[in-house]
């Protein structure tokens, strides 16, 4: 099909991108059964070295498939017939070609508001070019893990023996525990294996048969598990054999070029007894017997050891009455609010939002027992208190943006407060323009990324100051408050889990995270009482252990429509370019937009912007911007915001006359407007006059 031709708009914006782009070529674009779209594009120039690492070419064709429901990132696959398989961050699939390849190490809702098509192919660039020289993945990352589990599974007491009686239970569709039992309360059978070394092929495969673990051989045996397995049943207890078996095994990888070794123990249930296998082996020939071990289906888990003081070195929280609380997110920073405004009796009835499994590596910074490992969070924390009388609980062990509108009306509606603690940028921004609160409102709290500041965010009781504005007046002091200059700052080590790439998991000192849990709680009790909105940073410094406050001044908007796209401009920005036109008397000045976009609701919000550099030209009739240190600045606001804040457009004055645009800002606007669809980024254009603003833009 022709490109114009494509309706998806990750599509469009794809094909559009790659169209401009200077090193990519659109070779066909196709549209599926099931009504995704796919662009295939030849990446020209990629940067690979004379003698690559891995046998990359300068030329690499791709297929991308965007999906219709758009949940998820692009699919990205790998045409070429002989292109390496098991390259790092390769995906698991069905079949082996053509290789899907993993873009991202992050989660798509993470990025998706802000998603830019251009900036999406050069990652795809990137892929390559890191891959063709070893740098893709990180020295300091884990390798791969050698199989892709079906459940995380963790083991409540110590297993020291290589035969033992069991406990093994299902907690829920990805979770399991596992624990050494009497031989009457056993369910199952325990046989622990250790493998041999393998070469680590920096992709994870998913067996789905017995058969396909064959590669690994236990250690000291010259066969596979499969012609040791019979061995084994043979030792077991007579008493043993009619139980289900589990094999617990040691997996042992070792990088290929680097002296880099990494252990993993699965639990694998080939849903059998050890009965079966001796006496299929005994009534089958050898050949029949083979196959039918072989074709036998098996359940993974990948074990997660017992609690160490390690993974216990965080954790706990206080607050106000207040009829109805949602909390939304107990996972670090959620659980410890909670725990504060429970056992301080702060509400009579509280709903608990959350779809995550706890995990053994959460328990060192939250307030849930070891007991409650591999349970929903939400489940365990209403469990931990529903021995307190008259408290209501309510759990809801669902994604927060899943909920229903039956589930809304009861959990959001009917809510005097409230409180995100989820960290997910699409859901607070869902809360403030999605939710209409009959008596309620809503407040954010969240950590920055090393732990150290404590960021809260609460609307006014009429809800005009919403999250996603007190959201843009929080980023806007980030980029003009030398006190907030390295709130954003990542910590330099970081808690990569085992089993996916996108779940990282910071290193918290769990001393701040109970002071700063204390303040939030102290802090929402306080603000629920007052009108207006507020919005405050707390910081913690590392040398003193003193705790310091930056307030945040609270704009106000004005909304301006241009076509079917809501362009809120904040009223310091406004305020700002009426001072630096009256500065320049009758000749024109202007300078570069910064903000933020939600493409889901057709949102531009514009609050900050770089003045016009030196090199500017400014006339009585006209105005050329500059461009020294326009760069550096653009890095500044970057880094300082996390690249949440960007490019948005471009603003001049009109020192006589109306805002109306001439004839020339027409024309400009709609070259930088090609420019920005092209890269699929949004793009603004105001003028500023003595009668007031011209807004317009696109998104």
């Known amino acids: 099909m022709r490109g114009e031709k494509l309706q998806l708009p990750r599509a469009k914006a794809i094909y559009r991108a790659a169209c401009r782009h200077n090193y990519a070529e659109v070779l066909q674009c196709q549209r599926n059964n099931d009504m995704d779209e796919i662009i295939t594009i030849k990446l020209t120039r990629l940067q690979i070295p004379e003698n690559p690492v891995y046998p990359i070419l300068t030329e690499e064709i791709v297929s991308v498939v965007c999906q219709k429901r758009d949940n998820n990132w692009p699919e990205v696959y790998v045409t070429r017939k002989d292109f390496p398989l098991g390259l790092p961050h390769s995906n698991v699939t069905a079949y082996k070609r053509p290789v899907s390849i993993c873009v991202n190490d992050f989660y798509f809702y993470e990025t998706r508001l802000q998603f830019s098509a251009f900036d999406y192919i050069n990652d795809i660039r990137s892929w390559f070019e890191k891959n063709s020289v070893g740098e893709l993945h990180d020295q300091n990352r884990p390798l791969e893990m050698l199989m892709l589990p079906d459940r995380v599974c963790t083991l409540l007491n110590e297993i020291d023996t290589l035969f033992s009686y069991v406990i093994y239970k299902k907690i829920t569709d990805g979770s399991s525990t596992l624990e050494k039992a009497e031989v009457n309360t056993a369910t199952h059978y325990l046989i622990t294996i250790g493998t041999n070394p393998t070469i680590s092929k920096n992709i994870v495969y998913k067996p789905q048969k017995l058969g396909e673990l064959s590669e690994l051989v236990p250690i000291d045996e010259n066969e596979s598990i499969l012609g040791y397995l019979s061995v084994l049943c043979e030792r077991m207890p007579e008493r043993a054999r009619s139980l289900p078996l589990l094999l617990r095994v040691l997996t042992n990888q070792r990088h290929a070029n680097l002296d880099k070794i990494q252990y993993e123990l699965f639990v694998i249930s080939p849903h059998i007894s050890a009965c079966d296998i001796l006496n299929n082996k005994k ?47 107990v996972g670090t920073l959620g659980s410890n609010v909670m725990d504060h405004l429970i056992r301080k009796g702060v509400c009579e009835k509280m709903t608990v939002v959350d779809n995550d499994i706890y995990l053994p590596h959460n328990h060192g910074r939250h307030v849930l027992p070891s007991n409650n490992v591999m349970e929903n969070k939400a489940r365990a924390m209403t469990q931990l208190y529903n021995k307190i009388n008259n408290q209501k609980l309510v759990t809801v062990a669902k994604n927060a943006l899943d909920l229903s509108l039956t589930e809304q009306t009861e959990f959001y509606k009917k809510a005097n407060l409230i409180i995100d603690a989820s960290t997910v940028i699409a859901l607070e921004r869902y809360l403030a323009r999605a939710i209409e609160l009959t008596n309620g409102r809503c407040c954010s709290v969240f950590l920055n990324p090393q732990g150290t500041d404590l960021v809260v965010l609460f609307e006014d009781k009429e809800r005009n100051n919403r999250l996603d504005f007190l ?88 909304l301006y429509y ?6 809120y401009v904040s009223q310091s920005l406004l305020d700002a370019m009426n001072e630096q036109r009256m500065q320049w008397g009758t000749l024109e000045t202007g300078g570069c937009l910064y903000g933020c976009y939600d493409r889901d609701r057709n949102i531009i919000y514009v609050f900050a912007q770089i003045t016009a550099p030196s090199d500017s030209v400014h006339n009585h009739d006209s105005f050329i911007r500059g461009k020294e240190g326009v760069f550096e600045a653009q890095q500044r606001i970057a880094e300082r915001t996390y690249f949440q804040v960007r490019y948005i457009g471009e603003w001049h004055s009109h020192p006589i006359g109306g805002s109306n645009p001439s004839v020339v800002d027409k024309q400009q606007f709609e070259a930088l407007n090609h420019e920005a669809l092209q890269q699929d980024i949004p793009f603004v254009q105001i003028i500023c006059a003595p009668n007031g603003f011209s807004v317009r833009g696109r998104l």
């Not at 206080?318 to 109805?324: D, K, V």
């Not at 241009?562 to 362009?567: A, F, H, L, T, Y």
């Open 471 to 558: 959201e843009m007046d929080y980023y806007y002091q980030l980029i003009i408050n030398d006190a907030l200059a390295s709130h954003m700052k990542w910590p330099q080590e970081q808690l990569i889990n085992t089993f996916s790439c996108r779940e990282k998991s910071h290193i918290l000192d769990y001393d701040n995270i109970g002071l700063l849990a204390s303040i939030a709680s102290r802090e929402i009790q306080r603000h629920y009482n007052e009108y207006t909105a507020s919005a405050e940073v707390w910081q913690i410094n590392e040398t003193t252990g003193e705790v310091g406050c930056v307030n945040i001044p609270i704009n106000s908007w004005s």
């Open 562 to 567: 241009s076509g079917d796209v809501k362009i």
């Open 283 to 329: 009534r089958f020939s050898a050949e029949h017997y083979d196959r039918w071990l072989k074709d036998l289906p098996i359940a993974i888990d990948i074990m997660h050891f017992p609690l160490t003081r390690e993974l216990n070195r965080l954790g706990n929280a206080t607050a106000i009455s207040i009829p109805a609380i949602t909390m939304i997110g």
